[in-house]
């Protein structure tokens, strides 16, 4: 086992609610094993990259997924659409894997804009309808809701990854 289930922080939410609790709780569930199959590495171990010529890295996905929920909730649900991204740039589309160097001050930086982003995240759906919706692209209008749902799509597909990739750093299997 990856981690021992009475361990595991996963464990012991809300497991029978209504929508809004179900879908914060799948989400948090979701950032809780990214945090997982990070812990105990080191900055090259969270660095190494799958297979060239690929950038993919866990520390690329903590930076990516920070960026991911920057996106949805403070710029577009939150109507900050003047906050820039944090590791990529319209120069380097792929900064948020690129820039993941193996670097303890890149390190520390990655979680601590993962974490700002996701407490900022959970404030605002814990203040919000999750039927409030704003118009992000091309007239297309998207609900807190919608946003919910994706991010745990989101999440799930990377944490598929980052499956793979803490298996080749050190064997480790699991949910």
């Known amino acids: 086992m990856f981690l021992d289930p009475r361990d595991d922080p996963r464990e012991g939410g809300s497991s029978l609610g209504d929508e809004r609790a ?26 190494r990259r799958s297979v060239e010529p690929s ?3 866990l520390l690329g996905l903590v930076r990516h997924l920070a960026d991911v929920e920057r996106s949805w909730f403070r710029r577009r649900l939150a109507g900050q659409p003047d906050v820039p991204p944090l590791f990529y740039s319209d120069d380097d589309r792929d900064g948020d894997f690129t820039g993941a160097i193996p670097d303890p001050d890149v390190v520390a930086e990655a979680w601590a804009a993962w974490r700002a982003e996701v407490a900022f ?55």
């Open 121 to 175: 995240a959970e404030q605002f759906a814990a203040d919000t309808d999750l039927a409030f919706h704003v118009e992000y692209r091309d007239g297309e209008v998207i609900s807190l809701r919608e946003v919910l749902v994706h991010m745990i799509e989101e999440y799930a597909r990377h944490n598929g990854h980052a499956d793979l990739l803490r298996e080749r750093i050190d064997g480790r299997l699991g949910e």
């Open 22 to 47: 179900t879908l914060v709780e799948f989400l948090r569930c979701q950032r809780l094993t990214l945090q997982i199959k990070c812990d105990g590495l080191d900055p090259e171990q969270l660095a």
């Open 55 to 57: 950038t993919l890295s």
